[in-house]
């Protein structure tokens, strides 16, 4: 009786499904370590830790975003040192204020990044012309499952993820200000939490103190 040999046209076929095999277990492990952005605006309740009361009879005074944060606030958030905050000077017609705060290795994303603008600050004619922090807030609201909404800050806010690109972050509206909060610690989860809860901290005392 003769030994039945296995076709050789067979062997690089199951080499080829084995292979497809370990390739898709590796993909599903890879998303199921990402927590969709969805989930991320749903799962996280925002931290009020007072109550923020803007003045909406007067319009808001504008304010160093780098005097509404300290880095021991943003330490105890994140659970490890960061650097000393500084200003970033920008020269547009919205009147952009910015504030940086960089980690470690300064050569990395700015673990922090506070940016405000006022509606009292914009060039008169920005104002003219009845823009306002509003526009600016739906401007940068984009498309496309980019950002998704979150709730009980601000009277807006939606959450674009962490990166460098002009929707990431916490994005907030409350009354004639816009807040964009960009944390990068490298965990996206992290992320959210801290932002709602610095810039809690930062309205505050943008508005109470």
Request: glycine content about 8%; charged content about 15%; proline content about 8%.
């Amino acid at each position: 009786m003769t030994e039945k040999r296995m076709p050789r046209w067979l062997l690089p076929v199951l080499v080829f499904i084995l292979l497809a095999a370990i390739i898709a277990i590796l993909f599903a492990g890879r998303l199921g370590s990402n927590v969709p952005m969805g989930m991320l605006s749903t799962q996280v309740e925002a931290i009020q830790p007072v109550v923020i009361n803007p003045n909406r009879e007067s319009a808001t005074e504008p304010r160093d975003p780098c005097s509404l944060l300290v880095p021991g606030e943003i330490e105890a958030e994140l659970g490890f040192p960061v650097g000393d905050p500084y200003s970033v000077a920008v020269d547009n017609p919205i009147g952009e204020l910015i504030c940086m705060v960089p980690g470690v290795n300064e050569d990395a994303l700015p673990v922090v990044r506070l940016v405000t603008v006022y509606t009292s600050a914009m060039e008169p004619f920005l104002i003219q012309n009845e823009y306002s922090v509003d526009h600016l807030f739906a401007g940068r609201d984009v498309a496309g499952g980019l950002t998704k909404p979150v709730q009980n800050m601000g009277d807006a806010a939606f959450w674009g993820g962490s990166g460098p690109e002009l929707w990431n972050g916490l994005h907030i509206l409350i009354w004639d200000v816009y807040v964009q909060l960009n944390v990068n610690s490298g965990d996206e989860t992290l992320d959210l939490e801290a932002a709602q809860s610095l810039a809690s901290i930062a309205m505050n005392r943008l508005f109470n103190e």
